[in-house]
């Protein structure tokens, strides 16, 4: 089945400064690559998605690349704040997701 | 529009009981989805099911199983509880598209501790 790894495993940045996880995954079959934040005591929430066919997407200040020959994926948070504490899953899905084991980011004020 | 909820949020059970979740989906979304999460574990993938079938399932002991009803509500259910089951057990509904994967809703989770 599909193995998602995810680094780093925590990340601590200063405010305004841009953050970076990165995930690999091992099914090549995969197409769909979710990103979750999960803030203390809630349920994951999906705050970016790309799919296969696409290279980059982005949001505001949330970006997400993928690299489908080297299959790897990246999220990049840019001018972070102290809201964007919180710990980030990457997944990667062919039929079903398979989730990375999460990086916990803290932005320091 | 409501979300995805889980009951009850919270259960605390003695090794050797067995303990059923529930997870009602957001409505029209007919694919269930479990995991456990545990720190350091990530989320663990239990099993999916989709119009009362279950679509894949996970790598994990015979003791969790589940399923789920016409309205699309499903259940899971742990037997023979171990020390190592407590943990966060989350539940998330999706349209999906045939084979195609579509923005999974989490709930908030129940957090089960066996004692």
């Known amino acids: 089945g599909e193995n998602v790894e995810q680094h780093p495993s925590t990340l601590s940045v200063q405010e305004g400064d841009s953050a970076v996880i990165k995930c690999t995954y091992s099914?090549?079959?995969?197409?769909?690559f979710p990103w979750y934040k999960q803030e203390l005591g809630k349920g994951p929430q999906l705050i970016i998605d790309?799919?296969?066919?696409?290279g980059e997407k982005k949001d505001q200040r949330i970006a997400v690349t993928l690299n489908k020959t080297a299959k790897h994926f990246s999220l990049h948070i840019t001018e972070t704040q102290p809201e964007d504490s919180a710990v980030y899953f990457c997944?990667?899905?062919?039929?079903?997701?398979?989730f990375g084991a999460g990086t916990r980011l803290t932005v320091k004020p | 529009k409501a979300g995805v909820t889980q009951t009850p949020r919270y259960l605390i059970k003695t090794r050797g009981q067995q303990v059923t979740l529930s997870c009602s989906p957001i409505?029209?979304?007919?694919?269930v989805s479990w995991y456990q999460q545990t720190p350091g574990q990530g989320l663990q993938f239990l099993f999916e099911?989709?119009?009362?079938?279950?679509?894949n399932k996970g790598n994990f002991p015979g003791r969790f199983s589940g399923r789920q009803f016409s309205n699309s509500r499903s259940e899971m259910n742990v037997s023979t509880l171990e020390l190592g089951d407590s943990a966060l057990y989350l539940c998330?509904?999706?349209?999906?598209?045939?084979?195609?994967?579509?923005?999974?809703?989490f709930g908030q989770g129940t957090r089960l501790t066996v004692v």
């Open positions: 099914d090549s079959a995969s197409n769909y």
């Open positions: 790309i799919r296969s066919n696409v």
């Open positions: 997944a990667a899905s062919t039929d079903d997701m398979r």
């Open positions: 998330a509904s999706s349209l999906r598209m045939g084979s195609v994967n579509t923005e999974a809703f």
């Open positions: 099911y989709f119009s009362e079938t279950q679509r």
């Open positions: 409505s029209g979304h007919r694919s």
